[in-house]
């Protein structure tokens, strides 16, 4: 029974929430993208309108809301709070970045104070607390954080991760809140100076600080709100991404602070539980922008029930960017036609490319045209790396999403292996250079040099092509599978297992292992629901026929269930750490892995 303080309080919520008006669209401020020289400047100017930030519970009500003008205010006293406890220009704030007003009040009070925030990850999955706490750890050591704060969800794991490491200070925000309003000038970022580090997933190796300085992270989002989105007053955004990953921090909480946006925030975890709710949220709202790697528009097309199709009207939604990951447009097709009658519009996905050491974009394709695919000879690309165009129904065809051109202010260079540019439609490994490429990574000589040149081009590590000015994503050069002198993209492996009725959407890793006398073996790690043996090894059969089909290789596979594949903290399948997890499992002291490819295919499949 709910005694009656519980009964009072949830009622006080209740009230409290009904009380709460979420920010309108930009309609007090004429929009302004330039004359910022730092992120300082583009709040002072946003606070002078009404626009903001709203948050959203998991039954889709309004819990917070957050103008620009409170956020100035709030982080300019935080800010002085912060400097009161003895913190130095340039020392570093670790912020556990939930989805809550919190993370904006911190990161944005660095910015008055001179300090360097760092978003950690928020992300826990059950039964994972040990590994959590120790990755926030390594991230607060790395960085060499003096102050970190996390919301009340997370002090636990914070208290335990920052354990003797010397912080000035850790705890919730009330903590910081409490500290005296100390009487002090807050003197005011340069555009040189770093604006915030901004993490990588940490795919294949601990992930490395990108330093983002002022002037870098705006001449990025400029080129953003004028080229990639072309926002107008009347946009508003909406969205469900990590703040701790470059697309979540950059695109939807910086983009839109800099065009004096409002933008509406679901949590990532509330997405996952129950993605309809951003459809909702768009629907409500009237959003006009929203993105989501492939798996999000996947996971909402899945959830989705015949009563939806009346209760939403997505007819507003202009934008919807694919990103954070490679294209797959299968799912992404299933999306468009399942929400076409609430009024969806399939020319709204906008393919785009890039990365945290260019600040979140490199390149958008062309608005209101929708995905535009590339199908090639898949044969020829493996063997030669060429783009060959051939019929969607013809022969082996890998499909390729067309990323658009790069933002203006980029170069780009697609290179072989002896560093010479390649020709048109030939794979080669894709170099930067521009205003909005990173300096490097904080603190850490070796590992800039190893990606960073002399002359300022920057090693993005992805293998594409072009055709004419536009760039095609086909890999990452670290998880190119080579058999017997083929290259093969693992994704290409990973599409088309998903085309087989009882592989889960997104459940599919493909990566290599050495076999006998060194020879690299394709390995597949497959999860399904399907849990008797001669289902498991029909459909192992079925994988492998398909592998041999179009690949012309023999794969191991092996079968696992749903939710087993490791993935990053943004979310993205971690083929190294599936990699890791199944050598793990089939290791053998007394044998090197595998004796044959067929051996071990039809063992896991039981």
């Keep these: 029974m709910m005694n009656s303080n519980s009964g009072f309080k949830q009622n006080h919520e209740k009230q409290k929430r009904r009380s709460i008006q979420a920010t309108p669209v930009n309609k007090s401020l004429t929009l302004k993208t330039d004359g910022f020289n730092t992120l300082v400047d583009a709040l002072e100017y946003a606070a002078g309108g009404s626009s903001g930030f709203n948050f959203y519970n998991h039954r889709g009500e309004l819990d917070a809301m957050l103008s620009y003008r409170d956020l100035r205010d709030q982080a300019r006293t935080l800010a002085r709070r912060l400097l009161g406890l003895g913190c130095r220009r340039g020392d570093r704030v670790g912020i556990i970045a939930a989805t809550d007003p919190m993370f904006h009040r911190f990161f944005f009070a660095c910015q008055y104070a001179g300090l360097i925030p760092v978003a950690l990850p928020a992300s826990l999955q059950l039964g994972a607390r040990k590994a959590y706490v120790g990755q926030v750890r390594r991230m607060l050591e790395s960085c060499g954080a003096t102050i970190a704060v996390a919301p009340a969800s997370h002090i636990s794991f914070l208290e335990e991760a920052g354990k003797d490491l010397n912080l000035l200070m850790s705890g919730a925000a009330e903590d910081f ?26 795919s294949t190796r601990f992930p490395r600080g990108v330093e983002v300085d002022h002037a870098t992270v705006l001449n990025n989002i400029r080129s953003i709100a004028r080229h ?36 509406d925030y679901l949590a990532t975890r509330t997405f996952a539980m129950r993605p309809r709710l951003w459809l909702k949220l768009i629907s409500d709202n009237q959003g006009t922008i929203s993105s989501s790697p492939t798996f999000g528009y996947a996971l909402c097309a899945r959830r989705l029930r015949p009563s939806d199709y009346e209760r939403y009207d997505l007819s507003s939604w202009r934008v919807a960017c694919v990103g954070a990951e490679q294209v797959n447009p299968l799912p992404l097709q299933e999306f468009a036609q399942a929400l076409a009658p609430c009024g969806f519009n399939e020319k709204a996905f906008v393919a785009c490319y890039g990365m945290a050491e260019s600040v979140l974009a490199v390149s958008f394709a062309p608005l209101n045209k929708g995905l535009s695919i590339d199908y090639v000879d898949q044969d020829v690309m493996t063997i030669t790396g060429e783009a060959v165009p051939l019929a969607p129904s013809v022969g082996q065809v890998a499909a390729y999403a067309d990323c658009g051109p790069v933002l203006p202010d980029f170069e780009v260079s697609i290179r072989d292996g002896q560093n010479h540019d390649v020709g048109q439609r030939q794979c080669g490994e894709i170099f930067l250079k521009g205003p909005s490429v990173m300096s490097g990574y904080f603190q850490d000589q070796e590992s800039t040099r190893a990606v960073l040149d002399k002359d300022g081009w ?67 790690v497959v999860e399904t629901k399907l849990r008797d043996k001669p289902s498991r090894i029909r459909l192992a059969d079925q994988i492998g026929e398909l592998m041999h089909k179009h690949f012309g290789i023999n794969a191991i596979i092996d079968m696992v269930k749903p939710g087993s594949l490791p993935r990053t903290t943004s979310g993205k399948l971690s083929r190294f750490q599936s990699r890791e ?24 499949a039981a």
């Design 458 to 524: 920057l090693d993005t590590g992805d293998i594409g092509y072009r055709v004419g000015d536009h760039i095609f994503i086909t890999a990452r050069s670290k998880d190119v599978i080579i058999v017997k002198g083929r290259n093969i993209w693992p994704h290409d492996m990973e599409v088309v297992a998903q085309r087989i009725e009882g592989v889960r959407p997104g459940g599919v890793a493909a990566f290599s292992i050495a076999g006998f006398e060194d020879e690299e073996l394709a390995v597949m």
């Design 581 to 604: 997890a199944y050598l793990e499992r089939h290791k053998n002291p007394g044998m090197k892995l595998p004796f044959t490819a067929e051996m071990l295919r039809s063992s896991n």
């Design 228 to 263: 990639g989105l072309k926002l107008t007053s009347e946009d508003r955004l909406v969205s469900w991404l990590p703040y701790y990953h470059d697309m979540g921090l950059v695109g939807f909480i910086l983009v839109p602070l800099i065009a004096q946006l409002s933008v």
């Design 177 to 202: 809140d409490a500290l005296p309003d100390k009487v002090m000038a807050l003197s005011a970022p340069a555009a040189g100076d770093i604006a915030y580090l901004q993490y990588t997933s940490g």
